[in-house]
């Protein structure tokens, strides 16, 4: 049998407070297997349109996961559905060890939904997610002793075991060394090659490093979609950026 990549598709979503338009007609495309930056300025719409995809922001559109219809779900049936998000301050169980982080990340997800998620995708194990996400020597640390960038990972090991499939994050590598920079940009490319990846970024030297495709809001709207270097090139996001 043929399987069909699931991907994420928005269609002129449109998010609103108090008749601002924060997010004012956005449609992306975002294929598996694609590490896609959002970026634009400040109150661009850039979290507010993740928050729209993750449930928090009540959103009007259409926003599709493979044959799932995501729109209107409460943020945990979106969860369960393989949406998995970070936030610039992870949130990981801080007197846990890593171990303990990620089995209850994992025992969280298990339920009926589990068997129904197994016919298209596998969730990582406690094992493989330590693995991946470059922790197994740290397995018996208390998550709060970790440090900043070890802690994202954490949560991105969390996500892993919780089989999310589209994987938002906020600014993941804002805090990091140079190193923990370069660990993250691998680390997304590694788990982003057969999941769905979104990452809110301000950082640009991270994106040019390691962005497959950009999305550049601006005023909730897309200003600009494609390829790093096309983006980059492109006189409306110049002047967006600097004002030129
Ligand atoms: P970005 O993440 O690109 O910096 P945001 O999505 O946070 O932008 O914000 C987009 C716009 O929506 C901003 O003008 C912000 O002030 C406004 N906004 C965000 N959240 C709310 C809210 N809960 N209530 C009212 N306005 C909001």
């Avoid at 393989?82 to 060890?97: W, Y």
């Avoid at 919780?162 to 590694?190: C, I, K």
Wanted: charged residues 25%.
């Amino acid at each position: 049998m043929s399987m069909t990549a699931d991907y994420l598709e928005l269609s002129d979503v449109r998010v609103e407070f108090d008749g601002f338009r924060a997010v004012d007609g956005v449609s992306m495309t975002v294929l598996q297997g694609d590490l896609r930056f959002l970026i634009g300025p400040n109150g661009a719409g850039k979290t507010t349109l993740v928050d729209a995809i993750t449930g928090l922001a009540k959103a009007t559109g259409s926003i599709r996961f493979g044959r799932s219809d995501l729109l209107g779900r409460p943020v945990h049936r979106i969860a369960r559905l393989g949406i998995g998000r970070t936030f610039q301050t992870a949130s990981v169980f801080e007197e846990l060890s890593v171990l303990q982080n990620l089995d209850i990340a994992a025992g969280a997800h298990r339920g009926p939904l589990t068997l129904l998620r197994a016919r298209t995708a596998v969730p990582a194990t406690v094992e493989e997610a330590l693995e991946t996400v470059g922790l197994a020597a740290h397995r018996e640390r208390k998550a709060g002793e970790l440090s900043h960038g070890q802690k994202q990972w954490l949560e991105i090991g969390m996500l892993l075991v919780q089989n999310a499939r589209v994987l938002a994050l906020d600014e993941p590598v804002a805090g990091m060394s140079a190193d923990e920079r370069q660990a993250t940009g691998e680390l997304l490319h590694a788990v982003g090659a057969d999941r769905t990846v979104i990452v809110v970024e301000h950082d640009m030297d991270f994106m040019r490093a390691f962005a497959d495709s950009v999305t550049v809001l601006h005023a909730g709207r897309v200003l600009a979609e494609g390829g790093v270097t096309d983006v980059q090139a492109d006189p409306r996001v110049q002047e967006v950026y600097l004002g030129t």
